[in-house]
């Protein structure tokens, strides 16, 4: 079992490009949680996702992000336009449904 | 209500030492405490973890205490190694979400253990 894969590891945007962070989850997990850590802080939850569904978007900005987990294939956490302010580490967690979940390596991603 | 609020924010402790991390929570609802370790360029991982329904739980070097009614629980590491050296992060979540479990994280406590 590879674990919760995250791609790519170091992502550099220009602002106003568009990022697009990809998770894989463990093998046999179904749900996927994104989380954003800034410098120095702690991580903030963003999306809960399950198969084709966006069950808790509750910690997403409103504008320019967007996240999907289709039947087939990782996860995406897609940024639009691109603003200093997104520099983050942004990591995901996959869950076979029951209590502790396991996080990635991260996307460290950085807007220039 | 959400905030999970974390001190010390740095910590130095001497090998063989106790390191002590300490959190404490507003929301009630809040069932499940774990702990999660950190080290730079890795995504945290999960060290240990409590429910309400117990005030200790021990797991090798690693103690969690929980105090239910003063809304508090801390992080002891027993004979403190370098290798114990990294970001420490409390967290609570709730299992009314109905199997969302989402975190909320306190704010990290950098640990160094020097010789």
């Known amino acids: 079992n590879a674990g919760v894969m995250q791609n790519p590891r170091h992502l550099v945007r220009r602002r106003g490009q568009e990022a697009r962070l990809r998770c894989s989850p463990m093998?046999?997990?179904?749900?996927v949680y994104w989380y954003r850590q800034l410098p120095e802080e702690g991580l903030k939850f963003m999306v809960y996702?399950?198969?084709?569904?966006?069950?808790?978007e509750s910690g997403m900005p409103k504008e320019r992000f967007s996240a999907e987990f289709p039947k087939e294939g990782p996860s995406i956490l897609r940024i639009q336009q691109v603003v200093r302010g997104d520099s983050a580490a942004y990591f995901c967690?996959?869950?076979?449904?029951?209590?502790?979940?396991?996080f990635g390596s991260g996307t460290r991603l950085t807007v220039v | 209500q959400q905030q999970v609020k974390q001190s010390p924010q740095s910590l130095i402790v001497q090998k063989g030492g106790i390191s002590i991390i300490n959190c404490a929570y507003e929301n009630t609802a809040f069932d499940y405490f774990p702990w999660y370790q950190q080290f730079p360029g890795k995504g945290p991982a999960l060290l240990i973890a409590i429910r309400p329904d117990v005030s200790e739980k021990k797991e090798g070097r690693f103690t969690i205490s929980f105090n239910k009614s003063a809304k508090q629980f801390s992080l002891h590491i027993m004979d403190s190694q370098p290798g114990d050296s990294a970001t420490y992060f409390c967290a609570a979540s709730s299992e009314a979400n109905f199997g969302n479990e989402k975190l909320t994280f306190g704010t990290g406590t950098r640990l160094t253990i020097i010789p």
């Open positions: 967690a996959s869950s076979p449904a029951t209590y502790g979940y396991t």
């Open positions: 996702l399950q198969k084709e569904n966006i069950i808790d």
């Open positions: 093998k046999g997990h179904s749900h």
